[in-house]
C-alpha cells in the first residue's frame, strides 16, 4: 500500500509550478504572442499617430520572423528590444521630419483665406456681421471700425478667432465662374 505521491508525481509537482505548462507553450509558440503584440502596437499607433508604436510593431514584426526562423526566446526577446530601439531612435526622427516638410509655396488653412474676397450677408461693421468666404459663412467685423452694407464685396485682412477682419474693396473683382 502506497500512501501519498510517488517520487515521480511529486518531482513533477516540484520541478514545475503552476502555469509553467502555460508559459512552455507561449515560449514554444513565441511567433503567436511577437503577432499578437505586432497588431496590438500597431493599432495603438493608429489612435496616437506618434510613429511611436509602430516602430515598436516592427520590432516584434522582427522577433516574429526570429521566432519562425527557430531562434531561442531570449534571443527573439533581444531582436525585439534591438530592433524597436534602432527604429525609435534612428527612423522615427527622420520619419517625423519628413512628414512634418511640407510644401513653402502651398498655403494652409487660414493663411489661405488673407486676401481673399468675400461678400456680407448682413451689414459688417466694426463689432459685428457676417460675409460669405469661398462658399462659408463667416463672422466679421471691418478692420477700421467703418461700416459696409450688406451684398458688398470685402477682402479679407485677417482672422482672428472665428471673426474675419475685413476691408472694403474699391474695385469689384470677380474670379473666373463670376461667383465670390
Not at 460675409?131 to 467703418?146: C, H, N, P, Q, Y
Request: with cysteine; charged share 15%.
Amino acid at each position: 500500500m502506497q500512501l501519498g505521491f510517488g517520487m515521480m508525481e511529486v518531482g513533477m509537482y516540484l520541478s514545475y509550478p503552476k502555469g509553467s505548462a502555460m508559459f512552455d507553450w507561449l515560449i514554444e509558440n513565441g511567433w503567436i504572442l511577437w503577432l499578437v503584440l505586432m497588431l496590438g502596437l500597431a493599432a495603438v499607433e493608429t489612435l496616437t499617430l506618434d510613429l511611436f508604436f509602430i516602430m515598436m510593431s516592427i520590432g516584434a514584426l522582427a522577433a516574429l520572423a526570429g521566432a519562425l526562423f527557430g531562434a531561442a526566446f531570449f534571443l527573439q526577446v533581444i531582436i525585439f528590444c534591438v530592433v524597436s530601439l534602432m527604429m525609435v531612435l534612428l527612423i522615427r526622427p527622420l520619419a517625423l521630419k519628413h512628414l512634418k516638410r511640407g510644401n513653402p509655396d502651398q498655403l494652409s488653412n487660414i493663411d489661405r483665406l488673407l486676401g481673399e474676397h468675400a461678400l456680407t450677408l448682413e451689414p459688417v461693421t466694426g463689432l459685428s456681421g457676417t460675409v460669405k468666404i469661398g462658399g462659408d459663412t463667416w463672422t466679421a467685423r471691418t478692420a477700421d471700425g467703418s461700416s459696409v452694407p450688406a451684398g458688398q464685396r470685402v477682402a479679407v485682412s485677417r482672422i482672428d478667432g472665428a471673426t474675419a477682419v475685413v476691408s472694403p474693396v474699391t474695385h469689384p473683382e470677380t474670379t473666373e465662374s463670376g461667383a465670390i
